[in-house]
T-cell receptor
Framework: KNQVEQSPQSLIILEGKNCTLQCNYTVSPFSNLRWYKQDTGRGPVSLTIMTFSENTKSNGRYTATLDADTKQSSLHITASQLSDSASYICVVGNTGGFKTIFGAGTRLFVKA | EPEVTQTPSHQVTQMGQEVILRCVPISNHLYFYWYRQILGQKVEFLVSFYNNEISEKSEIFDDQFSVERPDGSNFTLKIRSTKLEDSAMYFC???????????FGQGTRLTVV
């Protein structure tokens, strides 16, 4: 069964600290893996997208990694800011990337 | 900056009624999507649309649902005979290709009473 599992479910960190969010997937055939940031009540905003051949992608303070062999990805946030408080969602695409499977997200709280 | 726009932002409808949710994707995008997010749950894929036809759909997207691109700019999701469990946030998204960034709209919150 195609599944995307994220951990931790929630995370509290102090402003300025780094954190790493995890994503494991069993989606096959694999097309791409995306990380999104979703503020409460808003639409998801794309952070990174990686295809099979890519193992790292950066977007400012966000760095995503992908290990297609172990079917794991991580999202590393550097020097967190209060505005980073949101849900971070891992999304895996198959069959050409059209049909996407969403993880449940990690809820990140950044405190001053 | 180009964006995906959705209307209305909130729709309340009576059970059994039909609703049409509207989306204007980014103008040069070719791939369009609808997603659903029930309150407190994860986002779920409904359907993708390319070249004026459905390219993929999920198990959720049954005969109650249909999509249409009636003109060169709008992309609509029709839900027939709405049920209480259809209450959710519905997101539209678009992308240039299947492997490039997808841009989401701000969603339509559908409440079925």
């Amino acid at each position: 069964k195609n599944q995307v599992e994220q951990s931790p479910q929630s995370l509290i960190i102090l402003e300025g600290k780094n954190c790493t969010l995890q994503c494991n997937y069993t989606v096959s055939p694999f097309s791409n893996l995306r990380w999104y940031k979703q503020d409460t009540g808003r639409g998801p905003v794309s952070l990174t997208i990686m295809t099979f051949s890519e193992n790292t992608k950066s977007n400012g303070r966000y760095t995503a990694t992908l290990d297609a062999d172990t079917k794991q990805s991580s999202l590393h946030i550097t020097a967190s800011q209060l505005s980073d408080s949101a849900s971070y969602i891992c999304v895996v695409g198959n069959t050409g990337g059209f049909k996407t499977i969403f993880g449940a997200g990690t809820r990140l709280f950044v405190k001053a | 900056e180009p964006e995906v726009t959705q209307t209305p932002s909130h729709q309340v409808t009576q059970m059994g009624q039909e609703v049409i949710l509207r989306c204007v994707p980014i103008s040069n995008h070719l791939y369009f999507y609808w997603y659903r997010q029930i309150l407190g749950q994860k986002v779920e894929f409904l359907v993708s649309f390319y070249n004026n036809e459905i390219s993929e759909k999920s198990e959720i997207f049954d005969d109650q649902f249909s999509v249409e691109r009636p003109d060169g700019s709008n992309f609509t999701l029709k839900i027939r005979s709405t049920k209480l469990e259809d209450s959710a946030m519905y997101f539209c998204a678009s992308s240039g290709t299947e492997n490039t960034e997808a841009f989401f709209g701000q969603g339509t919150r559908l409440t079925v009473v």
